[in-house]
């Protein structure tokens, strides 16, 4: 018999209500047993998340951030730091028990299987993808997808981005990647390393026909079967409470 598992699906929120939910679903999973959940959302506004262990200051342009109005979070996951476009991006994340019969002990198995999902997603879509260790996803080279994992109280929460029509540009705005001009000749150097489905398939994409694909790939990975579902009340007040926490300066800034 096939698993369900809940799926809460495209939901557009700003960043700390984003991150709170994410939270709020690993700490329900074990406190209230809630269901294993897999999650596709959008930011709105646009966002710059970074790792829990980066340096804001260091990673973010905080200064075009407020130009252009990009929210900045700080994950409880690690990684680098992340340009979430509005406009082009879809982000999923995961949550289900570290002792899941469906989920690998070992960290690096674990980002393969849940990072396959998307790979099998994305061929679904015409996209040619292979996971790159030890949290990548890249299609002809170039990087179409990033995820992170974090594992806390027997729950892992993964999550990542899958570049549907992404504003390279300001991305390089927004990133302190580097103190050199944005120049035609940067942006055309990152487009080398960088790709989204629009860019790899020569064509317009839409989110619906791309969160389509997703969904098929972890219900056909995972062998689950994903049915639509909402936070529970519990889940709601957890995010209540952690909204307060991933808006103040105390967490975003405390490095």
Aim: glycine content about 8%; charged content about 30%; aromatic content about 8%.
């Amino acid at each position: 018999m096939t698993e369900t598992w809940r799926l809460i699906d495209m939901r557009i929120e700003d960043a700390p209500t984003q991150m709170a939910i994410d939270e709020a679903i690993a700490m329900a999973r074990i406190k209230e047993g809630t269901p294993n959940t897999i999650r596709l959302y959008r930011w709105n506004p646009s966002a710059v998340s970074i790792g829990y262990f980066q340096s804001i200051t260091k990673e973010v342009n905080l200064d075009a951030c407020k130009e252009y109005g990009v929210d900045v979070i700080r994950r409880i996951t690690g990684g680098g730091a992340v340009y979430h476009d509005y406009n082009g991006e879809i982000t999923y994340s995961l949550v289900a028990p570290t002792n899941h019969p469906k989920m690998p002990r070992d960290i690096l198995a674990s980002y393969e299987l849940i990072c396959g999902a998307i790979v099998n997603g994305l061929k679904e879509l015409g996209v040619e993808s292979e996971f790159k260790p030890v949290n990548d996803i890249v299609a002809g080279g170039k990087k179409i997808s990033g995820n992170a994992q974090t594992r806390r109280h027997g729950v892992i929460l993964q999550h990542g981005t899958i570049l549907v029509d992404s504003d390279i540009r300001r991305m390089f705005q927004v990133l302190r990647v580097s103190d050199v001009k944005i120049s035609d000749k940067l942006i055309q150097a990152v487009e080398e390393r960088v790709t989204n489905l629009r860019r790899y398939l020569e064509r317009d994409i839409s989110f619906d026909e791309s969160r389509e694909a997703l969904i098929h790939g972890f219900e056909n990975t995972l062998e689950i079967k994903l049915e639509a579902g909402e936070l529970t009340s519990g889940e709601k007040k957890l995010v209540n409470e952690l909204h307060e926490k991933y808006s103040s300066k105390e967490w975003v800034f405390q490095r």
